[in-house]
């Protein structure tokens, strides 16, 4: 617990030198689940809590920075290869994510009561494995260790206000990993061809080609910490000629 808050404090320190536009401060709370090389999950016991906390730099209605810090139990009851196999660990997942809301959208403002939004970033998750070499079939020994994998999160939610500082929303994104160590299965199907000489090493997934996955979804309450200076202009622009009005008007400069 003592990390997450220190990730995000300096989160939250770095976002603040942006300047003195509007910035929220999030906390969610949901459930986490996994997407791999097993099969047959058992999803009822393949899902656990999970909750977090974010920070929000809103460069104007349409477009914000996130930091985003989630922590939880990630695991899954299932088969791999006609053998059972589960797994269970904590993983902490970071991520610095671009928000486009598809309306304007400010919390507390009366003028963007609520927005869908689109959010897509770069990120990083950290936890414990224990993978056999080969797995499964062979008396092996265990190798374990800490991962740290580089992600690329994204995903999608609905938020609104519900007072002049607070919001709520709900939420839902993957995070795809560049690492197969999650699932306690890495390159669980690669093998050694004895037949050639000299012998070759088969391998199915890499750095860039592998099968681990996460999932989140929950709910997140927004408090708008900052207001802002920047005066900008709620409404359409009223010589537009499209339905939808995607440019960003103040009194002094249009984004």
Do not use: C
């Not at 689940?33 to 047959?40: A, C, E, R, V």
């Not at 062979?138 to 995903?155: K, M, R």
């Amino acid at each position: 617990m003592k990390h997450i808050l220190v990730i995000f404090l300096f989160g939250f320190l770095a976002i603040e030198t942006f300047g003195q536009q509007s910035v929220d401060v999030g906390f969610f709370g949901g459930a986490g689940t996994y997407f791999g090389d097993m099969t047959k999950i058992d999803i009822q016991k393949s899902v656990n809590p999970a909750y977090g906390s974010f920070i929000r730099y809103n460069f104007n209605p349409r477009y914000a920075l996130r930091f985003n810090v989630l922590n939880g139990n990630i695991g899954a009851q299932g088969e791999f290869q006609s053998v059972p196999w589960n797994f269970s660990k904590n993983v902490l997942d970071v991520s610095i994510q671009f928000e486009f809301n598809y309306m304007k959208y400010i919390v507390g403002q009366k003028e963007t009561p609520y927005s869908t939004y689109l959010f897509v970033g770069i990120g990083m998750q950290t936890y414990k494995y224990l993978v056999k070499y080969p797995p499964l079939y062979y008396p092996t020994p265990l190798v374990g260790g800490s991962e740290i994998t580089p992600t690329i999160p994204f995903g999608l939610g609905f938020k609104f206000n519900i007072s002049k500082r607070w919001g709520l929303g709900i939420e839902g994104g993957l995070r795809k990993s560049f690492s197969d160590k999650l699932d306690n299965l890495d390159d669980p199907l690669s093998n050694t061809n004895m037949y050639d000489t000299p012998s070759v090493q088969v391998k199915y997934t890499d750095m860039w080609h592998n099968n681990d996955w996460t999932a989140y979804m929950g709910v997140h309450l927004v408090y708008k910490l900052i207001y802002g200076t920047m005066p900008w202009q709620i409404s359409a622009v009223k010589h537009s000629h499209f339905i939808l009005d995607w440019g960003i008007w103040n009194n002094i400069r249009k984004e």
